[in-house]
Every structure is written in C-alpha cells, then in structure tokens.
C-alpha cells in the first residue's frame, strides 16, 4: 500500500520560510510526479507547484519567485521550500503523487503565518 505523509508545516511569522515535506512509500517513487497543493480556511484546494519524474517543475502565479519544489529520489522524498511568507499564505499543504493510474493524497499539513 502507497503512502504519502507531509510534515514540516508549523507556525510561521510573516516574512518567514518554511520547508515542507512528503514522503512516499510503497512504491517506486522515481516513476512519480507531485505536487503540492494548498486549502485556505473557506476555500477550495488550489494547485501550488509541481515536478515531474523528470524534474520539470512549475508553479501557480503566487507562487513563483517565493515557492520552490525539489525532490529527492534516494530518499523518496518531495519538498516545497517557502520563502517570504505572507499571512494569505496560511493553510493546510497537502502533498499529491500521481503515476500510471494511480493518484494518491497525503493527510496535510498546515501552515499558519502570523505575528
């Protein structure tokens, strides 16, 4: 069974950096491609960033320039390196693999930015 876990989410003051996470196991993970996505208080969940197995990378407007994604194949591990946090930036992270047919979630993590 895959599984996918986020973690490195925390409270944050405004202009801070946070790393995130997301580990996956029970599969082979350098055949993946994640991403992140976020869910605001009220909101619905938004498209962050991506990488592929390949390692082309793209991201949403607001997070270009202050977000990066990366992974790290030998330890199975995806991460969302966030730099310059703004209060509208507070969260909850969930990280998402998808290959072949397969397409599975992570619980989250959240992301408060705040003074």
């Known amino acids: 069974q895959v599984h996918v876990v986020e973690s490195g989410g925390g409270l944050v003051q405004p202009g801070g950096s946070l790393r995130l996470s997301c580990t996956v196991s029970?599969?082979?993970?350098?055949?993946?491609?994640m991403a992140w996505y976020r869910q605001r208080p009220g909101e619905q969940r938004d498209w962050v960033a991506s990488i592929s197995r390949g390692r082309n990378t793209d991201y949403t407007e607001f997070a270009k320039g202050r977000f990066s994604i990366s992974r790290d194949n030998a330890k199975s591990t995806a991460y969302l390196q966030m730099d310059s946090l703004k209060p509208g930036d507070t969260a909850v992270y969930f990280c998402?693999?998808?290959?072949?047919?397969?397409?599975?979630w992570g619980q989250g993590t959240p992301v408060t930015v705040s003074s």
């Open positions: 998402n693999a998808k290959w072949m047919f397969y397409d599975i």
């Open positions: 029970g599969s082979d993970f350098t055949v993946m491609d």
